[in-house]
Antibody, heavy 120, light 107 residues
């Protein structure tokens, strides 16, 4: 059974760094073809893809966030991470992590999401 | 970036209707389009993958199709549990891009 769960700070101030953790089970990021992606959704709005990391440590980022994103993984502990630097109120959103299986498709399993508010 | 132009943005529907939602890709994305259902306060749920494949556990009244750069999600004989938001995604190229979403509302 594949499960994912996001965790984060809940609230942070502008200019701080947002650190998110995705803890998963039922698959391994050391297995060929597996990956984890991060997607966010401001309240009442659409989904925005942020970044993907693959089993071979390949990483891809949304260029609209320029150089603010860093994705990483801890294969031993079945975790993936996303950092967003210099946050602004526009980064207020629910953040999701989701599994990628190159053999089938992207984002077949999703976490429950974690709400992050950026406010002074 | 590849744009996924999703239409309509909202739709007023009745139970039993056949509903079709479309995403038009700004360039060729092949079969690499997924459809997701999202209910209020919940995570997206994959419904269709690789344009036409029904995900496990998804009712057969859902189907996906492709005509050129147009990708469609069709719900036949709409049930109350199908009232939700729907999103398309292209993952042929980076950055992966979602459509703006379609909100189904009951008349």
């Amino acid at each position: 059974q594949v499960t994912l769960k996001e965790s984060g700070p809940g609230i942070l101030q502008p200019s701080q760094t947002l650190s998110l953790t995705c803890t998963f089970s039922g698959f391994s990021l050391s297995t060929y073809g597996m990956g984890v992606g991060w997607i966010r959704q401001p309240s009442g709005k659409g989904l925005e893809w942020l970044a993907n990391i693959w089993w071979d440590d390949d990483k891809y980022y949304n260029p609209s966030l320029k150089n603010r994103l860093t994705i990483s993984k801890d294969t031993s502990n079945n975790q993936a991470f996303l950092k967003i630097t210099n946050v602004d109120t526009a980064d207020t959103a629910t953040y999701y992590c989701a599994r990628i299986d190159i053999g089938t498709t992207f984002f077949d399993y999703w976490g429950q999401g974690v709400m992050v508010t950026v406010s002074s | 970036d590849i744009q996924m132009t999703q239409s309509p943005s909202s739709m007023s529907v009745s139970l039993g209707d056949t509903v079709t939602i479309t995403c038009r890709a700004s360039q060729d994305v092949g079969i690499y389009v997924n459809w997701f259902q999202q209910k209020p306060g919940k995570s997206p749920r994959r419904m269709i993958y690789r344009a036409t494949n029904l995900a496990d556990g998804v009712p057969s009244r859902f189907s996906g199709s492709r005509s050129g750069s147009d990708y469609s999600l069709t719900i036949s004989s709409l049930e109350s549990e199908d009232v939700a938001d729907y999103h398309c995604l292209q993952y042929d190229e980076y950055p992966n891009t979602f459509g703006a979403g379609t909100k189904l509302e009951l008349k």
